[in-house]
């Protein structure tokens, strides 16, 4: 190397979380390194709960840009952030933390990765002329209908296997348009609406089907089930046979990504989908081991 050759210090990010080795997001974003030619890395970092505030404080001492963080360190990650953005405010946990000017950021990119794929295939006048039904009542919950009420959907039943959560959850929050309907009248719940948003983990790889009749709903309307493994729920595969559109999770997981890769290495991610593939490869490899 002579005196002129520019010393190249690649960047570095990767995603907490506590276990995280079935984690997505490195075969991602540096999947979009190599697609732009960024010097730079993205990996997992396994960081027990008890250490985790110290051990996001100490990230201002690396050169780390910043992480993604996962369950369940997302409370952790809000405790530890010298800034909080509105979004992470909104939700009260942070999905990524990054640093400027040597000050930890928090921020959570859930409520636009959820919104993306929803105002770009559902539409907006959708949403304003239909009534929505949202099932679960837990993290992923609590970002849909932050993304829901912001988009200015007019009216939200929210639906849990656990009818106290809901209840909790809609009370909390306290808008009109927003009100708990109780698991055992979730065919009444159904009944109507243009738009069914499963944000449980019913259905997900080893948890039982999610069990919701989804004869109801508008014809011409959506079923969004944010769940990615597997891919086709049965929740879909129940859309599809009655003719509904659907929207799988990948498409969030993707467009919840593309935020943190922005403010994480400070270039925009590629706005074509073949990521998408990539991750379903991935998927396909890790359920046939
Ligand atoms: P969480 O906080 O643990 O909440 C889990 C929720 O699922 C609770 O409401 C729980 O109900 C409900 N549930 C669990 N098993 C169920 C079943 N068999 N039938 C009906 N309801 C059931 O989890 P989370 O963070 O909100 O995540 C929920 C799901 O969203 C997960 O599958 C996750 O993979 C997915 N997600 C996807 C993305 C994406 O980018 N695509 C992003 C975030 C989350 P109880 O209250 O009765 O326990």
Redesign the pocket.
Known sequence: MNEQTPIIIPKMAGVCGWPIHHSMSPTLHNYWLKQLGIHGAYTMFAVHPHGAVRAFKSLKKTSIAGVNVT?PLKGKAFEAADELSLDAQKLGVCNLLYKRNNRLIGHNT?ME?FSEPLLRQVGRNFILNNTVLV???????RAVLGALLEIGAPEIRLI???DK?AQTLAENINIPSLYAMPWEKRDDAVYGVGLVIN??????HG?????IKLSYVQPEGWVYD???TPQNTLLLQQAELLGLNIIG??D??IA?ARPSFNLLFEASAPTDNSVKDVIIAHLNKATHK
């Open positions: 369950i859930d990765g099932v679960g009542a837990g993290g992923a919950a849990n296997r656990t959560r944000a449980s983990a019913g259905g997900m948890k039982n089907a999610l069990d944010l769940i990615y999770g990948l969030m997981l919840q």
